[in-house]
């Protein structure tokens, strides 16, 4: 330290979603910054998760060798993504959904305020790069590409979360393309309401009776929007594909 100076290192914000890529890009942040940069890992803890999400972040956690950090919203103690619905009648529409919005952003802009990183860290990997640069674009540019940088795809990001000894989280072995919500009702696809209709047929019929009694139409067959009680078991849509939809501190869908 020079006389009359401190030195204060920047802090880098790594946004942990319980998916492997996350997982990676914290483990890549931690090896190449974590010796001149404040690293925190944190997650957006959110009820609707697959129960096997936090063994897989005490998993990542240990393997990291420091505490992943909690950011939520104070007006959804519950972190629910249901009550959410509930308490503003609205489940999803063409600009996002508003779980994403309270739960995930809301969430991420309050610990921001009170912490005020330099950097921050998404799981965008080397085969989402157009993804992350539209993020940059329309969302903030200080954004480090740790995953891209390296060219490691979503593919590797398995792989290397395997070779750590670490199970995937469970939601993944069940045919789901990600980690985020059981039932997300940013899904428009005919496919993915029928694989949670068979999978999770309890959360399939919450979505079910909470989205008819708030009037939202969740699911697209044959070019119509439909309520899910009035999809048939039969009906398929495209296949179903990794990070068609997802859940971050943004919200985004794709053509399902």
Known sequence: MVLGYSFTMETIAVWFSCGAASAVAAFKTIEKYGHSHNVRIINNPVAEEDPDNHRFLLDVQQWLGKEIEFATNSKYPSCSCVDVWADRRFMSGPMGAPCTMELKKKARQDWEKEHKPDWHVLGFTYDEKNRHERFVMTERDNVLPVLIDEKITKQQCFQIIASAGIALPSIYLRGYPNANCIGCVKATSATYWNHVRKQDPEVF?????????????????????????????????RKMKGMDFECGIFCEERSL
């Open 205 to 237: 019929r919450q979505r079910a009776e909470q989205s008819r009694e708030i009037g939202c139409k969740l699911v697209r067959w044959k070019g119509k929007r439909m309520f899910l009680d009035e999809l048939p078991e039969e009906a398929k849509g």
